[in-house]
Antibody, heavy 117, light 108 residues
């Protein structure tokens, strides 16, 4: 069965960096695009970034463009999100999700990132 | 990348039907048939309920249906069950993705 397990969340000061990971299993990781989606406490879903199946294409939300970088390692079946210059408004639960032809068919349980001094 | 517009809340009694709207523009919802709907229970990850406007993934009840007219997509839940109470989000996908603000469904 498909499993997505996020890790790397925690408390970080504004301006610092953090890297999230998403370990994928139960499907052929190298054949699918992958997303990061976040949800601030008590708020709605916000799409963050997507990477194509081969890593050649990456797209970002305007709110993170230039600060966050999505990447993937097919040998480790792992998706990453490098987050730099973090702001308090980046505080959220971060989910990774598997792409399925213009939708997200499987989601992880999320990892909480808190940006606070 | 402006959020799609959904009503903040809807409600219905068990057995009734409800419809949640999702309004975008001719650049997102109206441009392609790439509208999806997600259900999220408190403290849980979102779950895909409808993709490509009106298609149900395997395992999703046929009480859930989707449609689109112009720049507005809709999710209809028929024969409401108590367990349908959740937040629902629409999304539109081109190269980037935009979500709606979410609709809280209350089953009375």
């Amino acid at each position: 069965q498909v499993q997505l397990v996020e890790s790397g969340g925690g408390v970080v000061q504004p301006g610092r960096s953090l890297r999230l990971s998403c370990a994928a299993s139960g499907f052929t990781f190298s054949r699918y695009g992958m997303h990061w989606v976040r949800q601030a406490p008590g708020k709605g879903l916000e799409w963050v970034a997507v990477i194509s199946y081969d890593g050649s294409k990456k797209y970002y939300a305007d709110s993170v463009n230039g600060r966050f970088t999505i990447s993937r390692d097919k040998s480790e079946n792992t998706l990453y999100l490098q987050m730099n210059s973090l702001r308090t408004e980046d505080t959220a639960v971060y989910y990774c999700a598997k792409d399925q032809m213009a939708s997200m068919d499987y989601w992880g349980q999320g990892t909480l990132v808190t940006v606070s001094s | 990348q402006s959020a799609l517009t959904q009503p903040a809340s809807v409600s219905g009694s068990p057995g009734q039907s409800i419809t949640i709207s999702c309004t975008g523009t001719s650049s997102d919802v109206g441009a392609y048939n790439y509208v999806s709907w997600y259900q999220q229970h408190p403290g849980k990850a979102p779950k895909l309920m409808i993709y490509d406007v009106s298609n149900r993934p395997s395992g999703v009840s046929n009480r859930f249906s989707g449609s689109k007219s112009g720049n507005t997509a809709s999710l209809t839940i028929s024969g409401l069950h108590a367990e349908d109470e959740a937040d629902y989000y629409c999304s539109s996908y081109t190269n980037t993705v935009v979500f709606g603000g979410g609709t809280k469904l209350t089953v009375l």
